[in-house]
Structure formats: structure tokens, C-alpha cells
């Protein structure tokens, strides 16, 4: 008998919406993933990525917020620090030499984030974040991410997003403009991106957005596959057929 296919569990992972405030609202940052890519080839997502041992570690304590899960809100800053080479921290008047080493360091796996936070003396503890989602990949799918999703704001737009090659462009966007791109379909977007963007849409400042995401309740949503005259199709939690869909 053939036992079907073995079900993969989803690796815990956080990404982070981080946005700024323009004149014609608020503006997030979206990076394009390659096209040979294993997992979203092609689409536009927000700085994440799987969340590793060295994020749970009791170091980060005093460092940190106090928002969501403490080891998915270390992973998300590493990873915005590692794809953008933003960080979100007083840097108190280091070098930039000295924290592009550290990144560089990083990113060769020669030390760990804990030990980048100890050599920059870094404290997030007044970053303005706040965990508002958390996405699950469908079953089924051979990669699967169970992704804690959180709000960053930033006074002001970095003067420079600094990309590895795990992607091929970065984009600052506000969310009506991205929506309008990814209807005509110059703006792909993987499916959990395309919901929080047209949730942030709502929002006429980063300020209003802040302040009501900041206490909400986040329930898992297991995105699932529904089918359509197109085929495939992602469906959320409330959406019609979810119930029925795999």
C-alpha cells in the first residue's frame, strides 16, 4: 500500500514589515526574490527568514521589546540586518566600517547575531515593531514556513538598501501602489505579502497602523488550496470555499 506523501512540518520563521512615512502615506520595503529560487521564485516579499538556534538565546533578554515570540522577533532584525544591512538600533556613533564587518561576519556564519548585539553593544529595546500576523504554509507544499509577522517603523527611509544575492531588487512602496502593480501583474507577490499589503492599505499613516496592530490577537492562518476555472488557488481563514479547500 502506498502510505501517500510523507507531510512535511513547517519550519518556525519570522519576516518584518518595515515602513516609513511619506507624503502620500505610509511606504513599505518589498525585496524581489531570484527566479531560480527554491521557495516564492520571482515574487516580491518582505525581509524574513527561518528563525535559528542563536535566536532563542537568554542573552537577547534585556535587548529586546517585549513583542511576540522573543526568538522570532530576534530572527526577524537578523534577518533585515543580513538581506538589507538596515538596522534598527541606536548604533552610538560607531563606525559604519565596523558594523558592515559585523554584517560581513554574519553572513559568512563566523559568529552569531547574540555575539554582532555584544560587539555593537546593540539594544532593541525601544524599536518601534509589533507582531500583528502569522502565516502556515499549505500542506503539502515540499517547503513550509510557519511565519511570525511583524510592523517596523522607522523615522525615515534608509539612505540604502544593501542586498545579498538572495535577492535581485529591493522596492519602497506604498501599499495602494503595490496593489495597483500586482493587479496588472508587474508586481508579483507571494500570497501572505499580497493580504498584508492590502491590510496595510487601510492605514493613512505608519502612526494609525502602529497603533492598531500593536494590540491585536494573532491566530495562526493555515493558508489553503482551493481550486478555480485558473487552478490553484490560496485562500485565508473567512475566505469563500477555505472550508471545502485542502
Do not use: K
Not at 564587518?101 to 553593544?121: C, G, K, T, W, Y
Not at 525615515?156 to 522596492?171: C, F, G, K, W
Amino acid at each position: 500500500m502506498n502510505p501517500g506523501p510523507v507531510a512535511v512540518t513547517p519550519r518556525p520563521a519570522a519576516t518584518v514589515v518595515v515602513a516609513t512615512q511619506a507624503p502620500a502615506g505610509p511606504e513599505c520595503l518589498l525585496l524581489q526574490r531570484p527566479g531560480a529560487a527554491r521557495f516564492g521564485a520571482g515574487a516580491w516579499a518582505f525581509p524574513g527568514g527561518a528563525i535559528d538556534e542563536d535566536d532563542a538565546r537568554a542573552t537577547w533578554a534585556a535587548r529586546l521589546p517585549g513583542v511576540g515570540e522573543a526568538a522570532a522577533c530576534v530572527a526577524a532584525l537578523r534577518e533585515l540586518f543580513e538581506e538589507t544591512g538596515i538596522m534598527p538600533a541606536p548604533l552610538r556613533g560607531l563606525d559604519p566600517d565596523a558594523v558592515a564587518e559585523a554584517r560581513r561576519a554574519l553572513l559568512a556564519e563566523r559568529i552569531p547575531f547574540s555575539q554582532v548585539a555584544e560587539r555593537l553593544e546593540l539594544d532593541f529595546s525601544r524599536t518601534r515593531i509589533a507582531y500583528f500576523a502569522r502565516w502556515i504554509t499549505p500542506r503539502g507544499a515540499a517547503l513550509r514556513f510557519d511565519t511570525r509577522f511583524f510592523l517596523l517603523s522607522l523615522e525615515e527611509r534608509p539612505r540604502r538598501v544593501s542586498l545579498t544575492p538572495e535577492h535581485d531588487a529591493a522596492l519602497w512602496t506604498t501599499p495602494a501602489s503595490a496593489l495597483r502593480r500586482s493587479s496588472s501583474g508587474t508586481l508579483p507577490m507571494m500570497f501572505p505579502t499580497a493580504r498584508t499589503i492590502e491590510r496595510l492599505a487601510g492605514f493613512r499613516s505608519v502612526e494609525d497602523a502602529m497603533t492598531a496592530l500593536s494590540d491585536v490577537h494573532v491566530e495562526p492562518a493555515l493558508v489553503r488550496l482551493g481550486v478555480s476555472g485558473i487552478g490553484e488557488v490560496p485562500l485565508a481563514p473567512g475566505d469563500p470555499g477555505y472550508d471545502e479547500a485542502r
